[in-house]
């Protein structure tokens, strides 16, 4: 047998500090940005927690299960991008990133939210999209600053009532997902979403918003079993 052979696990690459130095940059206007996308790294490495001055981090495309509980040190990030992992929850803490405006979780496994995610209180835009997700907590009411709001690619059956708080939503992306549709016979059917798209009336063209209350008129004709006008 051949001496010094060893059987190497598969496992992620590790990032130094130095590593993590060089992969902040600075963007147009100042910001800061720590971009460790595409590192397939499997956890989030401990040394970046001295550099928490950041105001962007990047963590998406890696192999990453886990959001550890000192994402909370990056108090300063307005932005934080992790799609396309392998993340199944998150932790708490995040809901202490205070100066937080976009939130990118798209691409991963999460079945559920912690109710924390509603202390966000500048949230303008949360991507929940391509997860496996049947509700959302009912802080999300709570983000009265969020603008958009990708729930695509999950398995929500209704349309999530917490949303309706929400008075700055301009649009819900809730494509693909076997939302349940009322008809005229009176029972629900399940249908696979491929274009449900909800915005705000005041955003809407006044040949849409004549055409989108038609529409609606339609439908509650329908489910109340009239005879359309």
Excluded: W
Excluded at 79 to 95: A, C, F, R
């Amino acid at each position: 047998m051949a001496k010094g052979k060893k059987t190497k696990k598969a496992q992620g690459k590790s990032i130094t500090l130095k590593v993590a130095q060089n992969c902040v940059e600075l963007t147009l206007d100042g910001k800061s940005c720590l971009d460790l996308s595409l590192k397939e790294v499997t956890v989030v490495p401990k040394c970046i927690q001295k550099l928490c001055e950041m105001d962007k981090l990047d963590l998406s495309r890696n192999l990453i299960r886990v959001v550890p509980d000192f994402i909370e040190r990056f108090i300063r990030i307005s932005v934080l991008d992790l799609h396309s992992n392998y993340l199944e929850q998150l932790p708490k803490t995040i809901g202490r990133l205070q100066n937080l405006l976009i939130l990118n979780l798209c691409n991963n496994r999460l079945t559920s939210l912690p109710g924390e995610l509603g202390l966000l209180k500048k949230l303008h835009t949360l991507n929940l999209s391509i997860n496996r997700l049947v509700a959302l907590p009912f802080s999300i009411g709570a983000l009265k600053e969020l603008r958009l709001i990708g729930l695509a690619d999950n398995r929500f059956t209704r349309v999530p009532g917490c949303l309706s708080k929400l008075t700055k939503l301009e649009r819900i992306d809730m494509n693909r997902n076997p939302i349940f549709t009322a008809e005229p016979a009176s029972h629900e059917s399940l249908t696979v979403t491929e274009g449900l798209y909800l915005v705000k009336e005041s955003i809407l063209c006044e040949g849409c918003l004549r055409k989108s209350r038609i529409e609606r008129k339609k439908l509650e004709e329908a489910v109340n079993g009239q005879e359309p006008e």
